[in-house]
């Protein structure tokens, strides 16, 4: 999994049916130190997650399991809410 | 999922025939201010997008179920038309 | 899917079982450009494309599915060959 | 597999529930070096892996057999715990 | 598939049982003039093949059919070894 920020959202009225009903989180990729590394994706919330948040998100068949559509177009997902990244930065620079 | 906007189409008379009858998009992979970023890939357009249009696009397993052919040699897919995105941008800078 | 170029094969004489019957096709994957864009990939071919063929390719479970082959350890294939790219460019650049 | 660090943990009370019991561990990529190389992910500990550990993770469907939790949203799993790297360095630069 | 070198080998005693027996080998990838291009990554051999060797290595499930371990944490494997690369250089230019 990886840490992101959702940062938006992506309005789309014509879309796969099985994406109607889930929203469509833009998702900020950030690194330990939350600057943004690369650019954003389109996630699946599955956890409540607001404009804002810090969130763990999974990618591929993880995502489909995280929304429990198993059988749709989802790749990527929120699979959670950061509340504290514990990081010995000591051990980075080793 | 990621955003892109359907640049052309790629013509293949041979090709597998559970490619026959998809159309086949040369899709340009955006970033949230609707710039390039990487090259286009070749996605199977499953919601009716045009040339032109922003769309959202998935890759592997979840572009065979968007185009409903768990059985086929798809591995990326259209799966909606974007009307808006969404951004905070005061976010992204945090 | 991507698009490449056919730029040679491997010789492998030993190698996983299912492997043997199939070619492995040194494919290089290339911008809408056809310029040269990362480094050539290994994958197999299932459409006939011949040394210098402009195709379409695969990765992952779609390139198992390309091949018929789905207990195989393949995870890129051929499954076009191209005959046109047709590009609006104007649509790239705004 | 690839090679890693555990560098910290990820803390996040609201989540996935088949996440709950998985320690989230922040792993850091290594070259052959143990330098840094990319930025760290989460992946569940599947091995007791202490921090500061050198260990082996896997990404992908991979992940969840080594978390023996097929159905959930884990993308990421260390696998193993270093002990050493044996290393023929003459060949790299061949 | 991909070409690369086995360079050296991971020793790892506290590791998923479903690894045990398995040779973990470092496999640095190469481009088509075998220079080194990215960091090397662990995968399990399935063809006997030696240190120093070139090979073909697969990614994804296609390793954990390589190995025929469907249920295991393998996610890239050695599937052959590399004779020899045909490559007719003035097709990648071109």
Do not use: C, F, W
Not at 23 to 46: C, R, Y
Not at 64 to 86: C, F, M, T, W, Y
Request: charged share 25%; net charge negative.
């Amino acid at each position: 999994m990886h840490i992101g920020r959702v940062i938006g959202t992506i309005v789309a009225t014509r879309k796969d049916e099985r994406l109607v009903g889930s929203k469509l989180m833009l998702t900020q990729p950030l690194n330990i130190d939350e600057v943004p590394v690369g650019d954003p994706l389109i996630a699946v919330d599955t956890v409540g997650a607001g404009i804002g948040e810090l969130v763990i998100y999974a990618k591929g068949t993880a995502a489909r399991h995280a929304a429990e559509k198993l059988q749709s177009p989802i790749d990527a997902a929120i699979v959670g809410i950061i509340d504290n990244i514990d990081v010995y930065r000591d051990l980075i620079k080793k």
